[in-house]
């Protein structure tokens, strides 16, 4: 990814996920409430008084006040409705397969999970951008028809990956199923139909990277063993092995190719 496009996701995806907080502490109740206004007309929050200075009021427009608010929510929708779920744990086994205990760091894997995230998640984040978040910036649209606009390309996002029998399991659970069309189905269902899917590819892909790095701990176990050094751990002798197969192969573009193309289009 270009320093340019890696520029244009920074600038967008704070915004961006601050409104989806926004959006997430609505919930659906408030994005099918009353019908939204005319478009042209400028989004209206009522101000909030926050303290006095000098004897006069000091207000805060409600906007800011429950942006600021929904900072909190910002780590539950990086992993609850983008790729970050799937990455990050593929990567945290591989690095158990491997053997090599905490290399690369914990940091390291968040910086690549991250960057992989953003790079899988920019089309997402483009669709949103342009047809909810800066209409609604520009006050070109009211937050109701702002939420319904941005938060669409995450949902096809989610349904795309989404299992269906994760989906009729939560639905079954919520008691809102079964559902005539895709924007029938509620946003907790599908966040949390979305993670249980998520987790399930992931170690799905994890399993099939385990393979090969499981055939060298049995050889080298075996041969230990007719050499009769069996008080010698196997790890210590494989991991040297493992770590050059994986590099040989150049492990780390396969794992990322694979894991960025396991995500269906929207």
């Not at 649209?141 to 299992?163: G, I, K, N, Y």
């Amino acid at each position: 990814m270009n320093r340019p496009a890696l520029r244009r996701i920074a600038t967008r995806l704070l915004p961006l996920l601050g409104v989806l907080a926004l959006c997430f502490l609505a919930g659906d109740a408030f994005a099918q409430a009353a019908p939204a206004a005319a478009p042209a007309a400028a989004p209206s929050l009522p101000a909030v008084n926050v303290g006095q200075i000098g004897g006069q009021p000091v207000s805060m427009p409600m906007q800011v006040l429950l942006l600021m608010t929904s900072i909190t929510l910002l780590p539950a929708l990086l992993l609850g409705v983008t790729a970050f779920t799937r990455i990050i744990i593929v990567l945290s086994l591989l690095r158990q397969a491997l053997g090599t205990g905490q290399t690369p760091s914990n940091q390291v894997l968040l910086a690549l999970a991250l960057f992989l995230t953003a790079m899988v998640m920019q089309p997402v984040f483009d669709q949103s951008w342009t047809a909810g978040i800066a209409p609604y910036l520009d006050h070109q649209m009211d937050f109701r028809a702002a939420w319904t606009a941005a938060s669409e390309p995450f949902r096809a996002f989610m349904l795309a990956q989404v299992r269906e029998n994760d989906l009729m399991t939560f639905a079954g659970m919520s008691n809102t199923g079964p559902y005539a069309t895709p924007q029938d189905v509620p946003f907790g269902v599908l966040a949390a139909s979305f993670l249980t899917s998520e987790l399930k590819t992931a170690f799905e892909i994890a399993f099939l990277i385990y393979i090969p790095f499981v055939i060298i701990d049995l050889v080298v176990a075996s041969v230990l063993m007719s050499m009769g050094m069996m008080m010698l751990s196997p790890m210590l002798i494989s991991a040297p092995f493992k770590i050059l197969l994986f590099v040989l192969v150049d492990g780390w573009v396969l794992v990322v190719g694979s894991i960025a193309g396991s995500f269906n289009p929207a």
